[in-house]
């Protein structure tokens, strides 16, 4: 498993390097000051199935996840087993750069390659992340990552066994690529 990940400079907001609904999360969480206001509000909760929702870092530089959206990438592509392999394979270094800047009041947008190995194929997942730390009405925070996929390849290992290598297992036809199932988990209020 490794992780790679690149930290874009904040000018990369006017470029066509973003895309347009991340442009437009950043616009409205700029123009709220990073507050929940009833614009920003309306933003996050029309997007809530897109999003991954957590909470700051507390006993690790990882926070813990409050939400997967079911349309977020994490919920269509990655399922959860990407924590497992991220303190695996030593990458949470990486990703936890972005959740560390985002605390302290600045957005991030970075571009992240993910490559893993999963019922005997291999994987590589490259996305555009978007983290922003967002305030709730009574001042409390939490962050909300918005991905979009760029890139996904799959490769069989020749040494898979006949199952993994002909599409005969029925977990590796999971329509969640990457691991288990993400399902929401918790309802996560910004009314708090």
């Known amino acids: 498993m490794a992780v790679h990940t690149k930290l874009l400079d904040d000018c990369v907001f006017d470029t066509p390097d973003v895309s347009k609904t991340q442009l437009e999360l950043f616009q409205t969480w700029d123009r709220s000051g990073g507050s929940a206001d009833e614009r920003l509000h309306a933003s996050l909760f029309g997007m809530a199935d897109e999003l991954v929702l957590f909470g700051m870092p507390m006993k690790t530089a990882i926070p813990e996840i409050t939400h997967v959206g079911k349309r977020s990438l994490a919920g269509r592509v990655m399922g959860t087993g990407w924590r497992n392999d991220l303190n695996a394979g030593g990458g949470s270094d990486a990703v936890a750069a972005a959740y560390l800047k985002a605390c302290e009041g600045e957005p991030v947008l970075e571009h992240v390659t993910y490559e893993t190995f999963r019922d005997g194929k291999r994987f590589q997942l ?63 209020s910004l009314s708090a």
């Open 126 to 188: 490259e996305y555009r992340r978007l983290v922003l730390m967002i305030r709730t009405p009574k001042g409390f925070p939490f962050l909300a990552t918005y991905s979009e996929l760029e890139q996904l390849d799959c490769a069989v290992r020749p040494s898979a066994s006949p199952e993994i290598r002909f599409g005969l297992s029925h977990r590796a036809n999971n329509h969640v690529l990457l691991g288990s199932g993400a399902a929401p988990i918790a309802a996560h």
